[in-house]
């Protein structure tokens, strides 16, 4: 059943298949973001669950002006205890991250002490220019969080990084623990929720530990 | 302080006018030093405003000529310098429209519009917060003997929100500084009131920049002050607490105890129901999406006016389309973003007003609330 690309179900479906993509693509050099939703249907499948299929138009978030076509397949499962299903493919070529993605490693490797920051944006929305990447980071990351937790009633976005920390490693990945605010459309929820990333430029991003935090009780 | 220009003629000249500038301890601007003063060339001067008679007496008896060069240096000095922003002397002229302020600073910005521009502009008591804090609304009115349509726009229903009562404020400035120059504004205002509420959440505005910068509802106590919030965008009645809603205080978007149960909805149903027969539009702003929502929140049947509704919606989507190209989606709440019950905006097109809007600004949540203050502008801009 074809459904108008602004229907909720067709931009939450669009925003889980967006932020599973851009997990898989994304590094600290190129942060993707969904741009648009051109077309969208959705199928029931008895037993199964809710399947979409989806032609969207993702950004650049360094570069606003680059835009890539994709489809994509959302497959809700019944009863949402698994994760749903993302598949997708990417027309033509993302832009190339090798380069910011190789400043920002050499200059965390060079570190002396590990870094650590809070409050990403600020209150005014403000990142500085050095804690760029370290944010886009935690936005390519929350993609594994979102997709990983996403049902045909919600809608994350990430609102902030509360607090990152570096971990020392002895191998060549970098590692970093965030503590991330993710905010939720429907009900409108600010949640915390942690997660440890990996990353190395010739292996992508890797989210290898992750948990929803408690909400600070509405004080 | 003034900076002369002298040529002197003659050795004696030189010497008569290096002594001065080293008795008076006067400035030199050329030449650096007084021993190059020469004669035949140029010497540039700057005297300090107490001493400027006495030395142009001390020329004259020596016979040397002289010309102004700067007859007020402080005031070439402050033509050249950036005007400083104080954050404590709200005026107008100086108030940043491109930064987020404080409530504070919004209490008397809003004194200060008014004072400012008194034939257009009055300030109106609308009521108190749960905290006690006023609620004022400004009123833009151009007097006539006719009585005229009004505008609502209410801003900040929501606290995170910050970016809507950047715009409420942007609003009322670009209203104020055009409506002389701007046929477009001036007719308008022979036509139509506007009544502008910056911020309708007064006390959740004001713990989202204290205390939680992502705090949503006011500010109410619920059970035994052990939890915190009504959603303010919930508590109207229509269709109060039927759907998309929590009964759970904990929860961001509770409706409250009852349809109307907090002070700021009281305060603002009341005047709205009062003077629903003159008000044409009900503008709410939120953040984030970029949605031109449409009644209902509450159910997928379409109002009685939608076709009208959509029409004007889609004309305001092109035209915000056309400043910057951002795109903002049209379309009931139910059908774009979820199904919600006792929302400002429902409220009013039930009591009667035809055309209600809620917009959702800036941006589609790469930023969501925490947007930053260089798209203040463009956001505002392109809404206006």
Known sequence: MELPPGHYLATRAAALAAACLCYRRGSPGRGLAL??????????IDGVGQKYHLELVLEDLLDKDSTVNCTAEVLYHLGNNI?????FTIEGELKNAEEADNIFYNRIKSLEKELVAENIPDSHGNVSPEMEPVHLLAWVASGYVIWQNSTENTKFQLAQIKHVKQVKRSDEYLEFDYTILLHEMVSQEIIPW???????????VQVTQDSRQPEHASE | DQVLHIVPETFQQVQHLQQLCSTLLLDLWKPQLSEDIWAGEDLHIRVPAPLVQEVKDSLDQHMISYKVLIPDVQKLVDQSMPRERSSHRQVPEGYVYTQYHPMEAIYQWMTQIQKNNSELVTQHYLGKTIENRTMYYLQISQPSDKTKKIIWMDCGIHAREWISPAFCQWFVKEILQNYK?????SRFLQNLDLYILPVLNIDGYIYSWEKDRLWRKNRSPH????CYGTDLNRNFNSSWGSIGVSYNCSSEIFCGSGPESEPETRAVAQLIERKKSDILCYLTIHSYGQYILTPYGSTTKPPSNSEELMHVAKQAAAALMGKYGTSYEVGSTSLILYSNSGSSRDWAHTIGIPFSYTFELRDKGTHGFVLPPDQIQPTCEETM
């Open chain 2, 181 to 185: 120059s701007d046929p477009k504004i």
């Open chain 1, 83 to 87: 994760p749903p299903d993302v598949q």
């Open chain 2, 223 to 226: 059970m035994n002050g052990t």
């Open chain 1, 194 to 204: 942690q997660m440890t990333v990996l990353w190395h430029p010739q292996h992508g």
């Open chain 1, 35 to 44: 741009r648009a939703v051109r077309r969208a249907s959705r199928q029931d």
